[in-house]
């Protein structure tokens, strides 16, 4: 807790209300997602979406003492943007929960399942707090990607601008443009792992705000695995040794038969079968083609 406290302590100018706030991200680490509050939005436009937040600023402005949380959702297959009103946009990717939670200046989403992309306006009114798990992050004027990986590993993406991550295991720590920070927790402990990327490889990774999909030599497995993500209709299956087959290129999210043709065209090895299921339910079968014989 004490590296949360730390997180502003450079800045004689910051409020109990940030203090408090970040205090509360970690102390609320541990609700079980069943605790969520506030209305539940699914399937709402992105109009929606902004006149909701459009209408919790006003009452926070208006109430500063208040705490008013809002909790927002896309569900598998969906990319949800919503607009703030100081021109920042926060998009959610397929099958993510946030709440939004605002005390005096401070903006609080918290990551419950997913991924979420802040694109956020520099704005001296207002201090922005990501949490994760027990992972806190701030920013002034940035952009940057937050996803929840299984149940042990956060990563954050930069791709403008700088932000400070700092959990309840691990210093603070300053992450910059074109970089990945991975934290994966481990026998009850936090491990940190920086990787540098290239300008196009963070588009790449944050190719899902336009609804794609990028591999760049990615094993045949692991792009199955990604495409999962994004239906609940159809699923990737990969067979044998056709698992480890190295794919690339970029890919619509919702249209994994064509990626699954594309694979097949490209690799005369690997055959594909299409299982459609009762529950209609279609399962795309990949397997090499001396497996697919016997």
Not at 116 to 130: E, K, T
Not at 131 to 160: K, P, Y
Request: overall charge negative; charged content about 20%.
């Amino acid at each position: 807790m004490s590296e949360c406290m730390e997180l502003r302590s450079a800045d004689p100018g910051v409020s109990d209300d940030w203090r408090t706030a970040c205090e509360g991200a970690l102390s609320r680490a541990t609700e079980a997602p069943s605790t969520l509050l506030g209305r539940v939005f699914r399937r709402f436009s992105g109009v929606v979406a902004a006149l909701a937040v459009t209408a919790i600023l006003m009452t926070w402005g208006t109430t500063s003492d208040s705490r008013t949380v809002e909790t927002f959702v896309a569900d598998v297959g969906e990319v949800n943007p919503i607009h703030l009103p100081d021109g920042s946009v926060v998009t959610l990717n397929t099958d993510t929960v946030v709440r939004l939670s605002h005390e005096s200046d401070v903006l609080h989403f918290e990551l419950l399942r997913g991924e979420v992309l802040f694109d956020m306006a520099a704005n001296p009114n207002r201090r922005l707090l990501v949490s994760a798990a027990d992972v806190s992050i701030t920013e002034a004027g940035t952009t940057f990607a937050v996803r929840m990986v299984g149940s042990n590993s956060i990563w954050v993406t930069v791709e403008s601008g700088a932000v400070f991550l700092v959990s309840a295991h691990t210093p603070r720590t300053l992450i910059s443009k074109n970089e990945q920070v991975a934290l994966t927790r481990h026998d009850h402990a936090d491990f940190l792992h920086t990787a540098y990327l290239k300008s196009e490889d963070v588009k790449d990774q944050l190719a899902w705000r336009t609804g794609e999909i990028v591999f760049k030599n990615a094993t045949l497995a692991d792009a199955a695995q990604e495409f999962s993500r994004y239906s609940r209709k159809v699923k990737i299956e990969v067979l044998g040794r056709a698992a480890s087959v190295q794919v690339g290129g970029a890919f619509s999210a919702s249209d994994p038969l064509t990626f699954a043709q594309s694979v097949v065209f490209l690799n005369p090895e690997v055959s594909l079968e299409i299982d459609k299921r009762n529950s209609g339910q279609r399962i795309l079968r990949l397997s090499s083609v001396a497996a697919a014989r016997r």
